[in-house]
């Protein structure tokens, strides 16, 4: 499984745009990124995910590099209740229907202040 | 809809005891997963079950062990627990596929004294 790398930590204001980055490297064809955060003492959430495309939902924007190595996480207006561990994740699927484990790493631990 | 449902919420044991956790997914998700979650390994992964089949496992002892049911709910199972076992036990459910995100129960507390 191809192994991610994020910053341990990032400050943004309130008000402003979060951009979370993630360096994927070694990511094959067949894995898609995923984004996840925790807010402290609850479970992780879902918030988007990808495979060569940028996408945006109503959370937030993923930005994916031509070459996949690479990805951001963008919140457009950050604010407190965004203070949580983001986590970038790739995982794969094969047509066969199996898939490989989703691993969750460290995350970068984004605060949110006024 | 309903949300995971993980019970028991909290739990406290002795060592050496066993421990059965109990997860009900989301109506229609077939795919179940369970985490181990301490502040010093943060989320670590333990196992994946789609359609009653163990599809990943993680690098936890067979102390560990889990199963799913043909109604997608699952259980897992600590045996001969320890100290180190006490942590935050999460259960994620999801549609199966590359298009489906997971969505997290509460979690069940065990505590080993």
């Known amino acids: 499984d191809a192994k991610t790398t994020q910053p341990t930590s990032m400050d943004c204001a309130e008000g402003r745009a979060a951009n979370l980055p993630c360096n994927h490297s070694t990511i094959s064809g067949n894995e898609y990124v995923y984004w996840y955060r925790q807010i402290h003492s609850q479970g992780p959430q879902y918030i988007i995910h990808g495979l060569k495309n940028n996408e945006t939902n109503e959370m937030a924007s993923l930005i994916i590099t031509e070459d996949r190595k690479s990805s951001t996480l963008i919140l457009p207006h950050a604010t407190l209740r965004d203070t949580a561990v983001y986590y970038c994740i790739v995982r794969g699927w094969r047509p066969t229907g199996t898939a490989s484990k989703l691993t969750f790493g460290t995350g970068t631990r984004l605060q949110v202040t006024l | ?113």
């Not at chain 2, 739990?11 to 059965?20: D, N």
């Not at chain 2, 359609?51 to 199972?77: A, D, L, Y």
């Not at chain 2, 069940?108 to 004294?113: A, E, I, K, P, Y």
Request: aromatic residues 12%; glycine residues 14%; contains cysteine.
């Open chain 2, 1 to 113: 809809k309903a949300g995971v449902t993980q019970t028991p919420r909290y739990l406290i044991k002795t060592r050496g005891q066993q421990v059965t956790l109990s997860c009900s997914p989301i109506s229609g998700h077939r795919s179940v997963s369970w985490y181990q979650q301490t502040p010093g390994q943060g989320l670590q992964f333990l196992f994946e079950y789609f359609s009653e089949t163990q599809r990943n496992k993680g690098n936890f002892p067979g102390r560990f062990s889990g199963r799913q049911f043909s109604n997608s709910r699952s259980e897992m199972n600590v045996s001969t627990l320890e100290l180190g076992d006490s942590a935050l036990y999460l259960c994620a459910s999801s549609l199966d596929g590359p298009g489906g995100g997971y969505t997290f129960g509460s979690g069940t507390r065990l505590t080993v004294v």
